[in-house]
Each structure stands twice: as structure tokens, then as C-alpha cells.
């Protein structure tokens, strides 16, 4: 058992460094009470009376002196060591310690330089935390070496793991909290350790922070036996050791100890042999919740209890006069005057533990990772377009084309290191299969004869895990690298949180000038609603980019490229892009193509526009407005407009494809939504608008609600209607159908007259017969199965 | 180290028990090929041709035969000791297995007469299987027996745990599948034995299934040592059993002694000392994926690869001719002619080996939970009403108004014991504390001397991690029982992929007739986005009611009661109902009360209505509506009611509150919906509408979208502005406070000519005094907080 327990203190530390580091921690609480309380004296030069208190106390204390703790011990390995570290913190609320940590440092006063290192700027630093028109009180952008909020739970590991990978030098000390460790998302981050390459990759040390309690419950590690706890971490196949305690000098020694054992043990691993999986060492820090403050108020235990989780000691005009007096006690507890001098400065002595330069944590280039941000080497996308002899060709699928593109991309970077692809084991269940003729699965377990694609160095990570993933390559695009995420539509929304998380952290940075933009979160979703051939309703939600459009308009853009070279062009777009967090929906069977590869460029560029060649409204306004988002929905729309030509020739039609779904959004609303003149134009402001759409139909009256000809939108789409069917029958229980899309605009038109009467009752038989066919032959009938678009309409 | 490992093969089976055994589980295998392969000729009493192949091969079979094994086996101990067990197949895409247990024990022809036990039923039951009109692929709702789908991966344990909790003799044998393990939601799960009661309790005995692979890659599970395994296990606190080969005959006898060791270790705990948490038993079953399939075809290995994992032998007109040679020496290697009679019926000697009656897995009624579901007792919600002397009184908080009568509704059912609430650590935080007086948080790992609510038996179950809230009570209902899950609002999203699952799964019943319905799942979501202020942005965001509503009507239901008496009429009739899930939105903090209990469950009852007190529009039409759905949102409608009664009193104002958010639909698009006329009543069809909304503004014009007065909606919600602030000023970042109701009512109303107009610039001004007040002071201005409905308006 390697445990640096305080049963056997090393001697690590001398005893002016031990003094001097129990000092830089008290001079962190200092600063991390302070935060909490104080609008005033900041010093305590005097007496503390209500006055100096904020009105409104608001942040969490429970948290932060353990982080204090562990945020002033890696300053003295990474001096010590010349190390590369940043500081995530899974419990990010305990947003004063890294505050803290990065103003003693010097870090946060560089990037603002209102809050100065001195008692104007101990005062501005106090009053501004959790305080209107200051800064949260968590982690969050706002906080220079930061790139983890930990706002919302469980994502702590899966970041820290993206930040190493490609970055052999990078460590990332991660703070754990024992609450954060029962999510789901993180108790299966601990397995990220089965996918890092030693070599080419850098080091994660977690930093399980065991102090016992979340809101008002104990948590579950800190109470199992430290026997199962042990076996836990080294089961999940890491080298735990334990540090604790309450005692601050000897946590000190024992921190020391353990974080030097650490270091070496990474050391060796770094410089060893690199083809088996190397056990990483961990730290299990067991310190008190809340520790040293108050230890009692009103009768309740307080340090090491749940109820030091945020303010633990109320001080107000209303509260018992004692409580000032504690509070006071409380902050002299740390003797600021031995940590700064008369002018508020930290002292000079102290000032010398921290690292410099982009030493410090909170100066890490590697946490504003737009900094280190290099394009990628880009193939010319339009080499891998497919030939469209004829409208309605057959494809190959749309994404196994994109495979392709994507496969040269990773050669084109392979010498950069700077772009990855995640899923959750499905990229060649998504048919993007040509990856892996460019670079292999990312896997540092066993290999067994038979397997493919697996190697220590690859550019494809792969686990069932779709929130580690996401939170894989958050972390990757967070340190300045690019990305792609690939996924089953339906399950996506296993990251829905995640991906506010990520939008609402994108959203803050464009309003924080020393943030560099990043590179874009590219999801791109196959194997979508209408091609669940043999999973059925459970696999069907095309849902995501309905909740992608709450997020702001800057951030969030959505693509639905009806074939293979629209999503070529689309794809290319948004690997070039910054900032956004881009949802490309694609087809990955094959499937009808439409567009050349120039017409596709110049569709995808404007993002919406007339299909002339399938339109026969010419210079004239359109009877109908047949308009359509999506693979499948186009296929209908375009079966359902051969249809209407020939039984009904005298009807001018008009066809619309909408690529970029914000273009049915006014501008006003958003960048790239159409001006009311645009879209009327396309859409008329009184024709009937027969829309098939890829996702839930209200996502698209929820876009127009407000244009002109909002009440003659008809929407059909996915609602909520499927089994193990057909793709085409799919397509009938959403009433999307061809059939469905030519009785709309019959129900529509009633100049349609007696033809379409007779029209309409020969498509409902027609369907009849569908359904029994299906039902008999188990697959589709064969006009259905080999319709073509019937025009003679070469692709120019 | 307890194993039951090859090594040591204890005599558990005799000689003819065992032929029977593996004779049961080839009939299970041959009915598994056989839905995945045939269409007809289902007892091969002809060679085997290729118009007897389905058309379209769709199925997975790699986890079949593993799941066929561990049923087999289950149906033993179940008769040797008569036990009471239900079996969770976690992958649950392993259809044809469950199909094919059920099938064999005659539990599938008595719910499905059509198909019979005889050669016509088992024809049928090949050809339904995952074909159009058929059945789905998975262990979907149509499966007799199935409480998990397992479409989606990952909740498997967690509803077991739920179906066993307050089923103290029910024993839930669940299939995990190494995939599944990876996901985040699986690997907390394992942690749910530190919450069971042994006594009042029953018992989960996960099956760890390690066949090795996923869809293209290996799993983690299965690549790291046997001593890692059997570590994380232990320091999850379960009792690992392996079962390891892929010799059939030696497999069942490890198998049966694993089960035997097992249930026997089950005994012990369930008669020992309820006061220590016990190491419950688990099974390792590691065998070959696709286990007794073809071993290899066009050279590549199948049995033992990932290759088995869906259909693993491509049999078709355009295949090579040898390939259905192979599939009918697959098939009869089963040696069907030894397991069915010429008329397809199982033989007497295996039919024998299943339980009887409800003892059948299949036929057990904990499946089917609508059978078992008693009405809650109900205690006389309106015995917790506030009273209000005057509109806008000081309420204590709505959710902590609603403790008190959830607090009696576990008293009352404390005997039942059919109730219980879920949350993530967040109750007390929730302000439902109140039920602490009444029952404790069930806890089963240390309890500590300052912890407080804890307890082996309680009706709380509490853990950081919403996926196991939601899928524990997702098994609690499914099995009959009822309860609540409450969370905060913007983590709800994280159980967005579970909801949905959730929801079709309540779909997909309505439409089986075998099937009763259950109790409703109720979420009931608080520290909302209005009220995070001290977290901020990150705990902001009210979009589940968003992802909600694209579910289908018959199912879904989002309330958003304006005050405490409104909340206990919308709980008790949540609580009430069946089938649904019912989403609450409701307050936390102290806020104003509206509604006397009378007018409140007169409010309630239609759902949404003219508030007559706060309007001056009697007798005519309004100049203007303003709508309001929110606790927030209603206070500054009123705000701003009372600021346009002042300043502008010639102004005809109606004001509308919904509670009922379906309200807004059209009748003929959810049940709960207006019909035109009542809509158009209330909102007329051509005065503005200013509408505060809880939520993000779209959904409320994505519900009105095809109103007559769609036009003049104009809503102010949540659009993604927020940081830590006071509440009034959340409102003020969102253009959704009094003033800016008030400014948006002048701008849509012409008359107020100059009024309005100096009217707009005093609020401006104040807006601008507002936002310096707070920075100074971190507060709200006095007249904001101490604002007051002004009217003498006694509420009766």
C-alpha cells in the first residue's frame, strides 16, 4: 500500500518553507473570507463594524480552504520542478481560492488592473466577488486559469483529460469534490486513464478533495471503509495516496510528501516504458469541510460539517451582535498582518513561493487556450465532391464522403497534433470508416489479436460515453486545439447540460476582452430519426438542435446539408470557424445526391435558397412554396414535386432548401437570419408554405413566427411517431411522405379542383397498398425504392 | 478472494439437469436466430432455403446468447427456491432473447394469443421481429416482463434499484452489458447499494455481462486485469462471483454455483443484522460475444468479436450461395428436432424447467406496475393553504408551503409504503425540509454524530447525481408505486435523454392494451432561473419545459403555479393522475401571494384566466393583455399593472395568468388545450399581448404560433442574460421587469401619446438609478423590494 499518511512524516519540507507556505495558505483564506464578507477594510487597520460588511453574503467557504491548501502546495512543485501545471476545479464554486490564488500570484492584477496589490485593490477584489456588476462566485471565465467553471457538477476529469491529450508536458492538477465525484459523468472519468499515451500525452493528477460533505448530506466516499475507498481508485487503475487529516503542519508535510511521491512517480512513467499502461498516482486529500473556520455557531458544528457548505456564520444588522466579533476573531485567526505589508502588498517572502511568468496557474497560456490556437492545415474540401450526373444520383452516403475529408485533415495535422475526433464507438457506425485509414482508436489497454484500429497514438477517441466525449473534447478546444464530436442523433441530448455549460462559457468570454476565441464545438449528428431501421423509437429525437436554439444567437449555429457535397462545404466551414458550437445534421446512408460541387458552394454560402431546377414558377410568383431542411425531407419534398407536376402540370411550384436553419430567423434575431424582404421573397407573403423538415415540426414555426406569411406555413416533420419500420414508412407515420406533402398542397389549393380531388384519393389507396406491401415484403415497394427525379436536369 | 472460477467445479447440477439446462438454452438460442434470419419454415422441417429469409436482416445478436444463458439459469434458482424475480436487461437491443425466455415459458402466447406454441405462433414470432408491424428490436414496452427498454444505455441498475426498493422479497437480476458500463450513469449506479435497506428492501443481483465487445471496439471492463476488476468492484462494495469460459457444460455448472452462492449469500443478508451495510453479491459472467454463433465468415472471427454484435451473417440473394448453408448448420446445431415436437410445441421435459404463474419472469407483476399501483392516501391539500388578507401578501416560500402538505402525504402512506421523494441533495436546499419532520433520508453507508435526517429507512433518497434520482424513481413507478423527483431547474436538462426515454416508453404503453398504467413521473423544479443569486449564470436555464412539449400531448404536462396555494392544488392533482410526466415550476424564495385556496384551485382547475382584481376592462374590450406564467413573471406584471393604473388610468388592462402551459395550444394539438374561441375570448384576436413568461420567450410563440392574434404576442422571457445579480435585476438584464412591461405597453399603444411617452423616460431613468443603486448598496432599491399590490382588493 504507497500511502503518504501522518503516521510517517517526511521530512520534506525545511522548516522556514513549512512556516512560509502555512503562511501563503492563511494569507489565501484571508483573502477567500474576505471575498465573502467584507465591502471594507480590507486590512482590519480597523475594528470590524457592520459597515465593512456586504449587505448580501453570498458564496461558498466550504470548499475553498482545501482548495487554498492544494492551490499553494503545487506552487511549490512547480517551482520546485520547473512543472507545467494548470489548476482545474471540479468544485468551481470555491470560486474564492482560485480568485485567491491567482491575485497572490500576481496574475489577476496583470489582467485587471483595477484590482491592484494593494489595499485600494484588496478592497476592490473583496467587494466585487458575488456582488452585482462584479464576478461570480465560481471558477467561471471570468477567473484568469480557468477553463472549468464547475458551475454545474461532473465534468472536471473529462476536461482535464482533454486539456493533456497532445500537450506531453501539460499537467493538469484536478480538484475533485467528493460530491462531484457521484455524478454519473465523473465516476466513468476515472477510466480515462485507459485512453492517455504516456508519451504524447500529459499527466492528469486528480486531486480527490475528501471533505466529507455536499449541501446537506455526506457524501458517499467519505463513507465507505478507506479499505473499499483504496480499492475503488485502484481498480479504476490509478495509485492512490492518501493525505489525512486536520492539523495544518502536518497536512503540510504530508501534502509535500505526497505530491513529491507524486511528481516522481510521473516522472518515471514520463521516462519510461511506454507500451503498457502506466499506473498514475492520485492524491485522496481528506481534510476537514470549512476548515479552520468557525468551528461552532449557534450550537452547530461548522468546520468539518455540511453546514460550512456556503456562508457558515451570518453577520448583519439582524443576526446576534456575537457574530461580528467571530467573524472579526475569525479573519485575525490568519494574522494578516503578517501576511501583508501597511500598503496591503503580500510580503515579500511570501510573494517569492509562487511561480513566474506563465509559470503560474493563473497565467498558463494553456487556460486561454485562443492563444496557443493555430489554424489547421485544410485539404480543399471540393476535391472530395462526389459526381452528380443527374439529379437524384445515388450516393454513397453523406457521411462516408465526408470520412474522407476528415481523413486528410488528420494527415494534413498529423505533424501539428492539434485535431482530434470523439465518439462514443459509433465513427464507423457513422460511416466516417476512412478515419481509420489515416490514424487509429486512442487505446492504452489491452490488445488482443483480433482487433482493429486500436494503438497507443491515435487521433479518434472512443468510448461509450458520450459525456466523455463532450467532455473530452471541451477540454481539448478550451487548450486552443480543434475537434469534431460525432454521435447518434437521439443521443445527444445525453450532453444537453453539458453543451449549456459549454454555450453559456462561450457567451461569457466574447464579454471578457483578455479571452481568446477558441476554435468551434463541432457536433456533427448522424444515423438520425428517419434511418432507425432496426432500433426503433428509442433511437429517434431529433430534438438537440431545438434545444441548441435557446443558447445565444452569437454562439450557436445549425446545418442541415441535404447530400454529400453540401456537407462537405459545411463541414469545412465550421472547422474553420471560432467560437460557436456548430450542429451539422447529415445522412450517413446512401442516399439521392442533388448539387455539384459548385452549385453546393454557392447554396451552402447563401444557406437557403430556390431550387430553380426543380421550380417551374419562373418570373412569376409561385402557386405553392414547397420548402425543405434536411436528407430525407428533401428526397420527399422533391418526389412529392414530380408528382405534382405531372398530375397537376398548370401549378407553378417553387422549391426552397434551407442548409442554414438561422435563416428562417429574422435578423434581427440572429446573424445570419434573412430580412423580412429576403425571406418574403422566397417565401411570398400569402402562398401556402408546405415545409418538410428534418426535426420536430413547431422548431420552425418557433423560427417564423413572426414573418408575414407566418399563418400559410404548414410544417411537417417528426412527431413523435415510429417503430421498427421502413425509412419511407417512417416518413408515413410522421406524414411526410411524398403523398402527405402533394394532399397538403391540394388541401391548400382548392383551384386544384376536381383533379385534385381525384389526385389526393388516389395517393390515401396508394398508401394502403404502401402499408400492406411493407407489412408482406418486409421492405419498401419498388417504385418507392427506386423513384428518381424524372426531369432532364444535368447538374449544369 | 470468493470466485466461482472453472478451476473448481462444484457438483451443482445432476447429470440430468444439466442436459436439460444447456437443451433450454439452445431452444432460447435457435428462437433468437430465428427471429433474426426467418420468415418461414421456423422448425426447418425443410432444407433451408432463401425465400425463407427475411428480407431485411435487423437485430443484434451478440448479446443474445449470454442473455439466453443467464435467463435459463435464473428460471432454475427461481423454482429451486421459489423465488420472486424480474430480469433488467440492460442491453437491452438483446430482444430476441427476452422474446425468446418469454416465449418459452408461455408467458408470450398468453399476452400475444397469436402467437401460439406451436409451428404457425413460432412462424409468427420470427417474422414480427423487428419488421414493419412487427415488434421492436429491443426489450421495448411490447415484451412481456420488460421494465427497461434498453434502447438507450446506461440506467439499468438504476432502475432496478428503484423497483426494489419497499419490495423487500422482489429480487431484480440485472443484465448489465459492458457497454453500457462505460456510460457515466452506469458507473455511479454501482453505488446505489450504499441506500438499500436489507430488511424493507429487496435486492438487485447485477450480472455483469462481459462479452468483450461494443459495436466496433473492445470494452474497457474487459481489458483491464482480472485484479483491477475484482478490486473495483470490491471498492464499490459488491461481492464479485466470476463466471468464466466458453465451454457450455462447465459455463453451467459455474454458473449454477455462482447463482446458488449468490442467493444463499442473499439469505444470509436478508436474515442478519439489518444495522451494517452488507456486501451484496454480484456475478462477473465473461463468455464470448455471439457465444455459439459462427465462429468465422469471409475470415474474419465472429464468435468472440465485435464482428457478432448485430447480425452477424449476411444471408441474401447477392451473399455467397455457402452463407445460408452456414446459417442452417447454425441453426441445427441447436438440434431443434431434439427441443420442439413436429408441431412446434417446447418438448414436456424442458417446459418443465420454468417457474409457474407469476413466478415467470415474463408474468411477474411487478412488470406490469399498473396492476399493483394503489392510490395514494391523500391528505385535504387545501388544510395547507396560506391565507392571503390581501393580493401580494408575504408568502414563506411556495416549495416550503408544499413541504408541509408532502410531509403528510408520507405520513399517510407511511404504512403503504408506496411513496417517495428523490432529489439530489437538494430538498432542504429546495425548501422542502418539511418532510424531514415526517421521514428521514435513506442512508445505508456511516452515519457520523452531526449528520442529521439519516436513517436505514427513510423515504428520501438523495445522491449528487440526477441520473440516479430520475432512474430510481423511474423504477419505483414502473413497478407501481408513486413519487416526486425535485431539482434544481437548470440540472434538470441533465436527465434529458432519460425523460425522453421515459416518455416514449408511457407512449408506447398507451398503446399496448396488456399494459395498466402507472403513477406519473413529477418533477417538480425550484431555484430557478430568476432566483440563482448567488450561482449565477451557469444555474441558469429554464429550457426543460421546452424539451418537454415535443413529446407527445397525450403524455406531457408543465405547470407553472403563480403562489403557494396554487402549488398544492397543481401537486395534489399531479399526485393524482396516471401516465403522464407532470413538470412544476415553481418558487423557493419568499415571494407574494395572489390567490386565496378557493380562487386558487378555481385558478388551478381552468388551467389559466382572467385575474378580475388586477384588470379594469369589465364589461369591454382591453386596450391591452398582459399575460403572465411564472412566479417572477406574474409579481412584475403586477408591478407594472399598478404603475400603468397609475400613470396611465384611461388604459383598459386585462391581466391573464397561465398555470397550465398547454393552455396556449390549439385543442386539437394537446387536450389540455383552447379551443379558438376561448382563446380568442381571453387574449382577443387583435389587442397587444404583453406576456412575461417563466421561460425562454420562444416556447410561448412556438404554442401560439397559429393563434388569430399571433401577431400582437409579444413576449418578454429568460434570453440568456445573467451573471450573479439581485432578482429584480435578473429581470432588468431580460427586458422582463415592471418597467420594461411598462415601456412595452406604451410602445405598442399609440394613445398614450405624450403620457407615454414622458412615462418612458421616468423609467428609463429609473432603470438607470436601479442598476447604480445595487452596485453600491448590492441590493435592491427599497420600493423594489417593498413593492406592494396597491389596490384595497381583500381576496374575499
Given at each position: 500500500m ?16 513549512l512556516q ?5 495558505w492563511?494569507?489565501a483564506?484571508?483573502l ?5 464578507y467584507l465591502?471594507?477594510?480590507p486590512l482590519l487597520k480597523?475594528?470590524?463594524k457592520?459597515?465593512?460588511i456586504?449587505?448580501m453574503?453570498l458564496?461558498h467557504w466550504g470548499?475553498?480552504p482545501g ?5 499553494t ?6 517551482k520546485q520542478y520547473?512543472?507545467?501545471?494548470i489548476?482545474v476545479?471540479?468544485p468551481?464554486h ?10 497572490l500570484e500576481?496574475?489577476?492584477?496583470e489582467?485587471y488592473?483595477d484590482?491592484s496589490q494593494d489595499?485600494?485593490?484588496?478592497g476592490?477584489l473583496?467587494?466585487q466577488f458575488?456582488y452585482p456588476?462584479?464576478?461570480?462566485s ?5 477567473t484568469?486559469?480557468s477553463?472549468h ?16 491529450l497532445d500537450?506531453?508536458d501539460l499537467?493538469v492538477a484536478?480538484v475533485v469534490g467528493?460530491g ?10 476515472w477510466?480515462?486513464n485507459?485512453?492517455l ?7 492528469v493528477?486528480?486531486i480527490?478533495?475528501l471533505?466529507g460533505y455536499?449541501?446537506?448530506n ?10 473499499e475507498?483504496?480499492?475503488?481508485f ?5 495509485n492512490p ?6 492539523e ?5 508535510e504530508?501534502?509535500?510528501a505526497?505530491?513529491?511521491?507524486a ?5 518515471k512513467?514520463k521516462?519510461?516504458?511506454a507500451h503498457s499502461?502506466?499506473?498514475w498516482?492520485m492524491i485522496?486529500l ?12 449557534n450550537?452547530?458544528k461548522?468546520?468539518g460539517?455540511?453546514r ?7 453577520v448583519?444588522a439582524?443576526t446576534?451582535p456575537?457574530h ?8 485575525r ?21 509562487a511561480?513566474k511568468?506563465?509559470?503560474?496557474m493563473?497565467a498558463?497560456p494553456h487556460?486561454n487556450?485562443?492563444?496557443l490556437l493555430?489554424d489547421l492545415?485544410?485539404p480543399d474540401f471540393?476535391?472530395y465532391?462526389?459526381p452528380?450526373p ?11 464522403v465526408?470520412?474522407?475529408?476528415l481523413?486528410d485533415?488528420i494527415r ?5 497534433r ?9 465513427t ?5 470508416d476512412?478515419?481509420?485509414?489515416a ?6 489497454a489491452?490488445v ?13 477517441m472512443e468510448m461509450l ?14 487548450t486552443?486545439?480543434h475537434?469534431?464530436f460525432?454521435c ?5 441530448h445525453i450532453?444537453d447540460?453539458?453543451?449549456?455549460q ?5 457567451k ?8 481568446r476565441?477558441i476554435?468551434?464545438?463541432?457536433i456533427l449528428?448522424?444515423s438520425?430519426v428517419?434511418?432507425q431501421d432496426?432500433n426503433?423509437f428509442?433511437?429517434?429525437?431529433p ?13 450557436v ?8 457535397n453540401?456537407l462537405?462545404?459545411?463541414t ?7 467560437h460557436?458550437v ?11 445526391q442533388?448539387l455539384?460541387?459548385?452549385?453546393a458552394v454557392a447554396h451552402?454560402t447563401?444557406?437557403i435558397?430556390v431550387w430553380?431546377w426543380?421550380?417551374n414558377d419562373?418570373?412569376?410568383e409561385?402557386?405553392v412554396v414547397m ?5 430525407v425531407?428533401t428526397?420527399?419534398t422533391l418526389?412529392a ?5 405531372e398530375?397537376?402540370?398548370e401549378?407553378?411550384i417553387?422549391?426552397?432548401?434551407v442548409?442554414d436553419?438561422f435563416?428562417l430567423?429574422k435578423?434581427t434575431?440572429h ?10 421573397t ?7 408554405v408546405?415545409?418538410a ?7 420552425v414555426?418557433r423560427l417564423?413566427y413572426?414573418?408575414v406569411n407566418n399563418?400559410?406555413i404548414?410544417?411537417r ?5 415510429g417503430?421498427?419500420t ?8 410522421n406524414e411526410?411522405?411524398?403523398?402527405h406533402l402533394?394532399?397538403d398542397v391540394i ?6 379542383g376536381s383533379?385534385g380531388?381525384y389526385?389526393?384519393?388516389?395517393l390515401m389507396?396508394?398508401l394502403?397498398e404502401?402499408k ?7 421492405k419498401d415497394m419498388?417504385e418507392?425504392?427506386?423513384w ?6 444535368k447538374t449544369?
Open positions: 504507497e500511502t503518504s499518511t501522518l503516521n510517517t512524516p517526511p521530512a520534506t519540507l525545511s522548516s522556514d518553507l512560509k507556505i502555512d503562511a501563503y492563511r494569507a483564506n484571508y477567500s473570507v474576505g471575498q465573502l465591502r471594507s477594510n480597523e475594528p470590524l457592520l459597515q465593512h456586504k449587505s453574503l458564496g470548499t475553498t482548495q487554498n491548501f492544494i492551490y502546495h503545487l506552487n511549490r512543485v512547480i520547473d512543472l507545467n501545471v489548476y476545479s471540479g468551481g470555491g470560486g474564492p481560492a482560485v480568485v485567491a490564488g491567482t491575485y500576481g496574475t489577476y492584477s489582467v488592473p484590482i489595499e485600494d485593490g484588496l476592490k473583496f467587494t458575488s456588476g462584479g464576478i461570480p465560481h471558477a467561471s471565465p471570468q484568469p486559469g477553463i467553471e464547475g458551475g454545474e457538477l461532473g465534468y472536471s476529469l473529462s476536461h482535464s483529460f482533454g486539456a493533456v500537450n506531453p499537467i484536478c467528493d462531484e465525484a457521484e455524478t454519473g459523468p465523473l465516476a466513468t472519468a477510466h480515462s485507459k485512453f499515451n504516456p508519451i504524447t500525452d500529459g499527466t493528477l486528480p480527490l478533495h471533505n455536499k449541501i446537506s455526506p457524501t458517499i466516499l467519505a463513507r465507505i471503509t478507506h479499505q475507498l483504496e480499492q475503488l485502484r481498480g479504476y487503475g490509478w495516496l492518501f493525505v489525512e487529516g486536520d495544518p503542519m502536518a497536512m503540510h504530508a501534502m509535500a505526497a505530491l513529491d511521491d511528481i516522481e512517480q510521473i516522472r512513467i521516462t519510461g516504458d499502461r502506466p499506473r498516482p485522496v481528506r481534510s476537514p469541510k470549512g476548515w479552520t473556520g468557525p468551528k461552532e455557531v450550537g452547530h461548522i468546520e460539517n455540511f460550512s457548505h456556503q456562508v457558515p456564520l451570518a448583519s439582524s446576534p456575537e461580528l466579533q467571530m467573524l472579526e476573531n475569525w479573519l485567526s490568519y494574522h494578516p498582518e503578517e501576511l501583508f505589508d501597511e500598503n496591503g502588498k503580500l510580503s515579500a517572502g511570501l510573494a517569492e513561493l511561480p511568468g506563465e509559470r503560474r493563473g498558463n487556460t487556450g485562443g492563444q493555430t492545415r485544410m471540393r476535391q465532391g462526389v452528380v443527374f439529379r437524384g444520383a445515388g450516393g454513397e452516403g453523406d457521411t462516408f465526408c470520412g474522407r475529408f481523413r485533415i494534413q495535422n498529423q505533424h501539428q492539434n485535431f482530434r475526433i470523439f465518439g462514443p464507438d459509433e464507423v457506425s457513422n460511416r466516417l476512412a478515419v481509420l485509414e490514424t487509429n482508436r486512442q487505446w492504452n489491452t488482443e489479436p483480433a482487433d482493429e484500429f486500436l494503438a497507443g497514438d491515435g487521433r479518434v460515453s458520450e459525456h466523455q466525449c463532450e467532455g473530452w473534447l471541451e477540454g481539448y478546444l478550451l486552443g486545439r475537434g469534431l460525432n447518434y442523433e437521439a443521443f445527444i450532453i447540460s453539458m453543451f449549456n459549454h454555450a453559456k462559457w462561450l461569457a468570454c466574447r464579454e471578457i476582452p483578455w479571452r476565441d476554435a468551434s464545438l463541432n449528428l448522424t438520425t428517419w434511418r432496426h426503433g428509442t433511437h429517434q429525437d430534438g438537440f438542435i431545438d434545444h441548441v436554439v435557446n443558447k445565444k444567437a452569437e454562439i449555429r445549425v446545418y442541415l446539408p441535404p447530400d454529400a453540401c462537405l462545404s459545411v469545412d466551414h465550421c472547422l474553420r470557424s471560432r460557436y456548430n450542429v451539422i445534421v447529415a445522412g450517413k446512408h446512401p442516399a439521392p442533388w455539384n460541387m459548385d452549385e451552402c447563401r444557406g435558397g430553380d426543380a421550380s419562373r418570373n412569376s409561385p402557386d420548402a425543405c431542411s434536411g436528407d425531407p428526397l420527399e418526389a414535386v414530380t408528382i405534382l407536376r398530375h397537376l402540370p401549378l407553378k417553387r422549391v426552397v432548401n442548409v436553419l435563416k430567423e435578423n434575431e446573424t445570419h437570419g434573412l430580412n423580412d424582404h429576403d425571406f418574403d422566397l417565401f411570398t407573403t400569402n402562398k401556402p408546405i415545409f423538415f428534418h426535426g420536430y415540426p413547431w422548431l414555426h417564423t413572426n414573418r399563418s400559410n404548414h410544417v416533420g417528426y412527431k413523435e411517431e417503430t421498427i421502413t425509412s419511407f414508412d417512417m416518413t408515413v407515420l411526410m411522405d411524398r403523398f402533394v394532399m388541401d391548400r389549393l382548392p383551384q386544384t383533379k380531388v389526385l389526393k384519393q388516389q389507396d396508394k394502403t404502401h400492406q406491401y411493407i407489412c408482406t415484403n418486409g419498388p418507392i425504392l427506386n428518381k427525379w424524372s426531369e432532364e436536369t449544369n
